[in-house]
């Protein structure tokens, strides 16, 4: 796919450009409304990359990795995104600085999208994994960099959302 930037009404729209024989899959916007996180191939694998949407910079490699990324989530401030790298890591990108942290090893199969959902104060992320052949949710507190399975029941339990008081999941 190619990266096109428009306004809200459609009037104004400009493609930014990108390797022609590479492919821009996801795509979130930066806390100042300019600046564009994506992901693209990077010779075979998916990796992120960022540019500004008024084309005033270059695209930039922000992070790469010898698998896919994917699921691409913006935190509510704007300061992370989640995404799943491979079939097996949660990973947090720190919009600040680029810096790119390992949340949790879990099991994601390669053919299936998942659901991963910042709280609305960004404390926690929550996201549905593999666990024995069934999708279970989990919880990722950034306070205590603590993973909790939430449901280990054997049955599948799919797309964790906060409520918009934080109180229930």
């Known amino acids: 796919g190619l990266l096109y ?5 459609g ?24 600046t564009l996180y994506y992901t693209r191939t990077n010779g075979g694998f998916t990796a992120i990359f960022t540019n500004k949407a008024d084309g005033s910079s270059i695209e930039r490699l ?11 989530v913006m935190s509510y401030k ?3 995104i989640a995404f799943i790298c491979g079939n097996n ?15 949790a090893d879990v099991q994601f199969w390669s053919y299936n999208n ?5 709280s609305f104060d960004d404390s926690y992320l929550a ?14 507190s950034f306070a205590d960099k603590k993973l909790t399975n939430l ?16 109180k229930y999941l």
């Open 78 to 80: 704007k300061d992370k």
């Open 62 to 72: 922000v992070y790469s990795a010898p698998c896919n990324i994917k699921n691409l």
């Open 5 to 9: 930037i428009s306004d809200a009404k």
């Open 127 to 140: 996201f549905e994994a593999m666990n024995l052949f069934e999708k279970d949710i989990y919880l990722y």
């Open 89 to 103: 890591s949660v990973m947090c990108l720190n919009t600040a600085d680029n810096s790119v942290e390992k949340l």
């Open 11 to 34: 009037k104004y729209m400009h493609q930014l450009p990108t390797p022609a024989d590479e492919c821009v899959d996801e795509m979130v916007w930066g806390a100042d409304s300019n």
């Open 114 to 118: 998942y659901v991963l959902s910042f």
């Open 151 to 166: 449901t280990a029941s054997a049955c599948s339990e799919r797309s964790p959302h906060f409520t918009p008081d934080g």
